[in-house]
């Protein structure tokens, strides 16, 4: 699968879980029911609802969170991969929830190095062989 298509996935389930406890959460539901009718997408509306009530169980619970959004990264990677168009639908899903799911703690890093590559990752200013600017 191409990286794009693996970043929307991974974009997909972010804003999905993020908005499950917050009150945009039926906006979700509404969403997900624009993919193409399969039996695996029939499922999603109780799945969605089963999600939610672990997550408002437990808010604080990270862990959780994680792996809810790993096993929606993974589904959604499976429905674009079976279906291109819904990454249409997919594409919908983060516009419209990414800007209201829940805040993500802390910046994510993703780098890959390749042979003798170095990789500098940083969140504020970075300064090699001098002294920071004022």
């Given at each position: 699968m191409d990286t794009e298509l693996t970043t929307l996935a991974a974009?997909?389930?972010?804003?999905?879980?993020?908005?499950?406890?917050?009150?945009?959460?039926?906006?979700?539901?509404?969403l997900l029911a624009r993919l193409r009718r399969t039996p695996d997408t029939?499922?999603?509306?109780?799945?969605?609802?089963?999600?939610?009530?672990?997550l408002l169980a437990e808010p604080a619970d990270?862990?959780?969170r994680d792996d809810l959004t790993a096993a929606w990264r993974l589904r959604f990677r499976r429905l674009i991969e079976d279906?291109?168009?819904?990454?249409?639908?997919?594409?919908?899903?983060?516009?419209e929830l990414?800007?209201?799911a829940a805040p993500q703690p802390g910046p994510v890093f993703n780098?890959?190095?390749h042979d003798r590559s170095r990789i500098y990752q940083a969140t504020g200013?970075?300064?090699f062989g001098q002294a920071p600017k004022p």
């Open positions: 974009s997909a389930a972010n804003a999905l879980v993020g908005a499950l406890t917050t009150e945009t959460w039926e906006r979700a539901r509404a029939d499922r999603l509306p109780l799945e969605l609802d089963r999600d939610r009530a672990l990270r862990r959780t279906d291109p168009d819904a990454a249409r639908a997919l594409l919908d899903l983060v516009a990414a800007p209201h780098a890959e190095s200013d970075m300064n």
